[in-house]
């Protein structure tokens, strides 16, 4: 496709529930990146790939948060034993190196 | 260590009028700076950049103003539209194609 891809759009959990959220780049884009968005809240960094360096993981909220992603295409972010906090939209973003970056329509993940 | 913020977290104008947003940042190492717009339901999309060895940058209706003295960038969009309603995310790196910083966003209402 066009743009970036995330899948699934909304997912609703049980606490304690493990998730996988996963994100299609833009073709030939060698950094991914993940946010998400709390309620009422901004975009907050968690984790930015770029190309074969070592991601930049510096903004996973704690160690139930991880994520991978396979040379440069997709990406999966998994969240183990979801707490009520989790809940938030994930966006997915793609970008060459020009710091624009496109981003997804994001996964909206409630946990209950 | 909010390093992006956008001190109002809502604008209304009236259509036709100029729209003014706000961002300040702490890190002085930031050099590439960003507007994004997001509409619900969608993910942030690309609006205007400008670099630190610029002090504005224009696009049509939109325009970047960068001080960086003062660690602050504006947003004008003159003149406003309905459609301009959105919410717009401020967002800033230590280089281009590096990992961005958003600040909380300001939802901006332009009334007809």
């Known amino acids: 496709g066009a743009g970036v891809s995330q899948s699934p759009s909304n997912k609703v959990t049980e606490k304690g529930k493990d998730v996988e959220l996963r994100c299609d780049p833009i073709s030939g884009h060698t950094a991914l990146y993940w946010y998400r968005q709390r309620l009422g809240q901004g975009l907050e960094f968690l984790i930015y790939f770029q190309g074969n360096s070592a991601p930049d993981k510096s903004g996973l909220p704690s160690d139930r948060f991880s994520a991978e992603r396979t040379g440069e295409s997709v990406s999966t972010l998994t969240i183990q034993r979801t707490q009520q906090e989790d809940s938030a939209v994930y966006l997915c973003?793609?970008?060459?190196?020009?710091?624009?970056?496109?981003f997804g329509e994001g996964s909206r993940l409630t946990v209950l | 260590d909010q390093q992006v913020k956008q001190n109002s977290p809502s604008l209304s104008v009236q259509e036709g009028r100029i729209s003014i947003l706000n961002c300040d940042y702490t890190?002085?190492?930031?050099?590439?700076f960003l507007w994004y717009k997001k509409y619900p339901a969608e993910g942030p999309t690309f609006l205007i950049s400008?670099?630190?060895?610029?002090d504005k940058n224009e696009d049509g209706r939109f325009t970047v103003f960068l001080n960086k003295s003062a660690k602050h960038l504006s947003l004008h969009i003159v003149p406003s539209q309905p459609g301009d309603s959105a919410v717009y995310f401020c967002a800033a790196s230590e280089a281009s194609g590096s990992r961005l910083t958003f600040g909380e966003g300001t939802q901006l209402t332009v009334n007809p």
């Open positions: 890190n002085s190492m930031f050099d590439y």
């Open positions: 973003a793609s970008s060459l190196m020009t710091g624009e970056l496109f």
């Open positions: 400008i670099s630190s060895i610029k």
